[in-house]
Nanobody, 124 residues
Framework: QVQLVESGGGLVQAGGSLRLSCAAS????????MGWFRQAPGNEREFVAA????????YYTDSVKGRFTISRDNAKNTVYLQMNSLKPEDTAVYYC?????????????????WGQGTQVTVSS
């Protein structure tokens, strides 16, 4: 089992920045990749970014490219999402996810484990 705890959400004005953190615990050695998803009210959960747990590969949805950066600190078992130039349409609950299936590619949307989510609100 892998447990995930997100933090760093909050209220920010458009154009501002936030950094989300996701701390993993439990069977962290089994993690092959981690990702961030978001869900706005009335919408389905959507993919935001993913990172391989080893190596340097990253993958982003088009709407956040150039504004968001996913990174990790393996020593701390933590993945980050740096969000810059935030827009009101970025408002959502952001979820961290971890996958232990080594056969799934980086751009797959299926994950084994999910955090509880952290709210990000961007005011105009």
């Amino acid at each position: 089992q892998v447990q995930l705890v997100e933090s760093g959400g909050g209220l920010v004005q458009a154009g501002g920045s936030l950094r989300l953190s996701c701390a993993a615990s439990g069977r962290t050695l089994s993690i092959s990749r981690m990702g961030w998803f978001r869900q706005a009210p009335g919408n389905e959960r959507e993919f935001v970014a993913a990172i391989s747990w080893k190596g340097t590969s990253t993958y982003y949805t088009d709407s956040v490219k150039g504004r968001f950066t996913i990174s990790r600190d393996n020593a701390k078992n933590t993945v980050y999402l740096q969000m810059n130039s935030l827009k009101p349409e970025d408002t959502a609950v952001y979820y961290c996810a971890a996958d232990t299936n080594v056969f799934r590619p980086l751009n797959a949307y299926e994950y084994n484990y999910w955090g509880q989510g952290t709210q990000v609100t961007v005011s105009s």
